[in-house]
Nanobody, 114 residues
Framework: VQLQASGGGLVQPGGSLRLSCTAS????????IGWFRQAPGKEREGVLC???????SYADSAKGRFTISRDIAKNTVYLQMHSLKPEDTAVYYC?????????WGQGTLVTVSS
């Protein structure tokens, strides 16, 4: 299983960005997929999780601003972020839980700054 995260970049406060997590070696349809982030000098924290049943869990920081979705045909999970704030600046990672094994993708950097 390999995960490829992409879509990070520089965005102004209040802007939007969509991150992608494309998987190989299995189907995202059957996995629990999570998005995490790690800001400079801070521990990695969970942002959103989408389980195989389609239920979503949100961190308080993500509620009302971020959504997660899954495109089975593209084997990709998206993190759509709106109303971005400077404190959202971090390296964002996706992971997948499959048969008790947790897989991580490489991170993609999101910088929110004017």
């Amino acid at each position: 299983v390999q995960l490829q995260a992409s879509g990070g970049g520089l965005v102004q406060p209040g802007g939007s960005l969509r991150l992608s997590c494309t998987a190989s070696g299995g189907s995202v349809n059957w996995w629990n997929i999570g998005w995490f982030r790690q800001a400079p000098g801070k521990e990695r924290e969970g942002v959103l999780c989408l389980n195989s049943a389609g239920s979503t869990s949100y961190a308080d920081s993500a509620k009302g601003r971020f959504t997660i979705s899954r495109d089975i045909a593209k084997n990709t999970v998206y993190l759509q972020m709106h109303s971005l704030k400077p404190e959202d600046t971090a390296v964002y990672y996706c992971n997948a839980l499959n048969d008790g094994t947790l897989y991580w993708g490489q991170g993609t950097l999101v910088t929110v700054s004017s």
